[in-house]
């Protein structure tokens, strides 16, 4: 077994750390997160210690330190195999069946752990997903291959805009841009009947509704400042995706 890194008086500090950084940028609540640090530094010896977090940064100092440490949050996904992982790891700590070296290594194997499925499996979801959806919306059995069409294509677009900009808004925005513009012709060539229940069935792969969960349930859970922050990332979400589709009916 590899040994950690880290000093030994830091590891239970760096283990919190690194266990709310993984279910923060996995997509987890900003409560559950702060819920599952402080387990972990209870188990590991640390009572008394405080944790402050927020969608794009954690604080947390230990009790017998009088310095407080930051880890930075750029990047959000959603990833709930990691957060159901870590979840697991504060289980075997809590109950002693996992030693503290144990945990920050599997930790960290976690955390440089790739998505669990990969990119094309995620397009064909998404497209198959979205036919479903147009079917559910209203639209005829013609309208099923128009949709899955546009929800493929729409949501491997954002995938590679957004790895490629880096920019998410950008993403959202020239994808829905480019379903309604697929949409629009699919139906004039008469391939699909219903372009309205196409768009909208298309775009629900790119809807923001774990943002949207999260950011009521962190209000309801009294975080003012993670929940308006993330409500308000899934406002912006939904103008762009919404804008993309305006642009769409008004130039067309």
Partial sequence: MEESLIP???????????????MLQSGAETYRVEDTMTRLA?????????????????????????????????????DLEKVAAVNNISRQLGNGTLSPEAAYQQLVRIDTSRHAYPLPLQIVAAAIASGCFTFMFGGVGKDLLPGILCGGLGFAAFLWLHRLVRVKFFAE???????GIVAYLLVQIHLGTALDKIIIGSVMPLVPGLLITNAVRDLMAGHLVSGLSRGAEAFLTAFAIGAGIAVVFTVL
Avoid: H, N
């Fill in 173 to 179: 925005f020239t994808a829905s841009l480019m379903i």
């Fill in 8 to 22: 030994p008086d830091q590891e239970p500090v760096e283990i919190c750390l690194l266990a709310g950084k993984i």
């Fill in 42 to 78: 209870t188990s590991l010896g640390l009572p008394g210690s405080q944790s402050y977090v927020t969608p794009t940064g954690i604080v947390f100092q230990s009790g017998e330190m009088q310095w407080a440490k930051l880890i930075r949050i750029v990047e959000r996904t959603t």
